[in-house]
């Protein structure tokens, strides 16, 4: 179980995230973290990993983030950043080898191999794992990314932004693993997300951010409203039921009028706490 | 063929390269000792190396005090200034960055200038070493000086290469300065120490310089998982839990000393720190648990090769290896740009 509540965060004197509580999420939750540029996605993902200093409480399994010790945390918990790893002349075999070892996980070598190479061979990546970064496509080093995230088995996965640099069929991909991973073997993930349509297919509960304040939290299907999606994203939009059953979102055209103030989204239709 | 059996075989073709970098290293230290104007060749050296008893006595000094001291000091100043440029790069995540970045090499220089304008004498040090010790004080206390500061503003690299360079051009005015209130004679020797020269040691100074390579070696080495992470990027580094605030802190630290210790006795040797590891990232990859003492042993083989072109270039003359660093480096560096370019 994973509580986040009142989590504020600064970056030197100017406030980021204000007060964002988020649903209690439950063993197989996938919470998608909805939001226009600037809303405060990554920032709280930086919190939730432990990476950005905040105030407020983070309960893991019930016990405060704090309490786990950096190196406890990230054993657990996988935080996927939004950039891709950089170009350089690193293998992305070496690449998971060394993360395993940082992390000092009690594999053999042999057991390390195995893993990694079944990692790669997953992801699509196995024909790169030996070729430099900066040969590989932006896309192929957001797969060696997540495979950094997913070595060390996590019950908790932070994702930001996984799909930004992919192709339409590794998007799909990725997050059926990732629900297939949740449902099975269970635990937990976040995913900071741009593509509504995928975050309506993928996420059981979403949580909308804009100006580092949370605007909806709750089910996918109370979440994406058109009434609510046209305040936050100011664009007008059609909401109805895809031949999958989850919410298709029709985007019709951007608002011309400004930004309604976040003053009037305090109410939307589905609970935030 | 598997990906687990490929690795195994990319790891193993790196170690094949490493041993025969060692091997390299072994051959340029014996030309090393073989060249220069006494006429003693290759086979007397190892001989003379072998059984020291069975060479005549004057050959036994010119081999064992002259030219062993001057060999080994240039492996051991070129594996510190290697290791130190290893680090500072990973660590800065800047292949530009050298050990010098950090300032130490101009305040080198200060601390050296003035221990030749002063010369202050002191009843408990002997005279020889009060330039050394000014040189090695001084470097030292920039390093921490930008350690300090950086982790002060919250240690981020950006903040460490600021303060680095700011320092870099404080000592440099400030020995500028000691140059113009310099007699001629101190100013010809400001010149010629920061120019950089191996043969001002003896056996004292290369037992200082390679132990504290020794020593700082092992912490290095304890560091190899997270420097080879952090080639992945911060972000990514960071996500795995890592302090990296900490390790910057360590690896400025022990670069500072590393870098302080290399230059004190034997002056600027430029360009080694910077080419030493991009040369080893070019043979042995990224995977720093062979980068890190491959770029010690890359620089060291390049300073010793330095040192037997310094002694066999013009007949009866050693040139000061500094020059040679620098006019045999910068073509290096502008090479490895130009083939950096064409694998990008």
């Known amino acids: 179980m994973l509580q986040i509540q009142g989590i504020n965060v600064h970056y030197g004197r100017r406030q980021r995230l204000f007060d964002v509580t988020l649903p209690v999420l439950e063993d197989g939750d996938i919470l998608g973290l909805l939001g226009p540029n600037a809303a405060g996605k990554s920032t709280l993902m930086k919190a939730l990993s432990g990476t950005h200093a905040y105030q407020g409480n983070i309960l893991y399994k ?30 992305p075999f070496e690449l998971l080898w060394s993360a395993a070892r940082a992390l000092k996980l009690a594999l053999t070598d042999a057991e390390l ?35 950094l995230a997913l070595i060390r088995n996590p019950r908790l996965l932070l994702l930001d932004e996984p799909t930004s640099a992919l192709d339409l069929h590794w998007r799909m991909v990725v997050l059926d693993w990732v629900r297939e991973r949740i449902d099975h073997q269970g635990g937990i993930a976040i995913a900071a997300l741009h593509d509504l349509d995928l975050a309506a297919r993928y996420c059981n509960k979403l949580a909308l951010l804009d100006r580092g304040r949370l605007v909806a939290a709750g089910p996918t299907e109370a979440v994406l409203t058109a009434d609510v999606l046209a305040r936050v994203f100011n664009v007008d939009v059609h909401v109805e039921k895809g031949i999958l059953g989850h919410p298709l979102v029709q985007v019709l055209r ?15 239709s589905c609970s935030i706490k | ?21 060692v091997l390299a290293l072994i051959v340029s230290l014996l030309l090393d000792l073989a060249a220069g104007p006494a006429n003693l060749d290759l086979a007397h050296i190892i001989a003379g190396l072998w059984q020291p008893e069975s060479m005549e006595l004057r050959y036994r000094i010119i ?14 100043v070129g594996a510190a200034l290697g290791l130190a440029g290893i680090e500072t790069q990973t660590v800065l995540n800047n292949p530009l960055a050298s050990p010098f970045t950090l300032g130490v090499s101009s305040f080198a220089a200060l601390g050296a200038s003035i221990a030749i304008v002063f010369a202050p004498s002191f ?105 080879t992470l952090l080639r992945a990027g911060e972000a990514h580094a960071g996500s795995l839990g890592l ?45 720093h648990r062979l980068l890190v003492p491959g770029s010690a042993l890359c620089a060291a083989l390049i300073l010793s090769l330095a040192s037997v072109l310094s002694k066999t270039l013009l007949p009866g003359v050693i040139i000061p290896v500094g020059i040679l660093t620098a006019l045999i480096g910068v073509p290096l560096f502008i090479l490895l740009i130009i083939n950096q370019k064409r694998t990008h």
């Open chain 2, 63 to 76: 081999l064992f005090d002259v030219r062993l001291p001057d060999a080994l000091i240039a492996l051991a």
């Open chain 1, 113 to 147: 191999r195995a893993l990694i190479e079944s990692l790669l061979n997953r992801l699509g990546l196995a024909e790169v794992a030996l070729a430099p970064m900066h040969s590989l496509s932006g896309g192929k080093r957001q797969l060696v990314g997540l495979a």
């Open chain 1, 62 to 91: 019930g016990k405060a983030q704090g309490q786990y010790g950096p190196s406890a945390w990230a054993k657990d918990v996988a935080y996927m950043p939004q950039s891709p790893p950089q170009e350089s002349a690193l293998l």
């Open chain 2, 123 to 227: 009843p408990w040090l002997d005279d020889t070493f009060l330039l050394p010790l000014c040189a090695l004080s001084f470097a030292l206390a920039s390093g921490l000086v930008v350690l300090f500061f950086s982790q002060a503003m919250g240690g981020s690299r950006e903040n460490v290469v600021l303060f680095g360079i700011a320092l870099f051009f404080l000592g440099e005015a400030l020995t500028a300065a000691m140059q113009y209130i310099g007699s001629a004679e101190a100013v010809q020797d400001i010149v010629f120490w920061n120019i950089g020269n191996l043969t001002k040691a003896g056996w004292p100074e290369v037992a200082i310089v390679t132990t504290c390579f020794l020593v700082i070696l092992p912490f290095s080495l304890r560091h190899v998982w997270v420097l």
């Open chain 2, 1 to 21: 063929m598997t990906l687990a059996l490929q690795y195994r075989r990319l790891v193993l073709r790196r170690t094949v390269l490493f041993a025969a970098l």
């Open chain 1, 254 to 268: 951007p608002q011309l009028a400004p930004k309604s103030s976040l003053t009037a989204l305090t109410s939307p």
């Open chain 2, 243 to 287: 302090n990296l605030n900490r390790v910057r802190f360590w690896v400025i630290l022990r670069v500072s000393i590393l870098a302080a210790f290399a230059v004190c006795f034997v002056g600027v040797i430029g360009f080694v720190g910077l080419i030493g590891p991009h040369v080893a990232r070019l043979l042995l990859g990224e995977d």
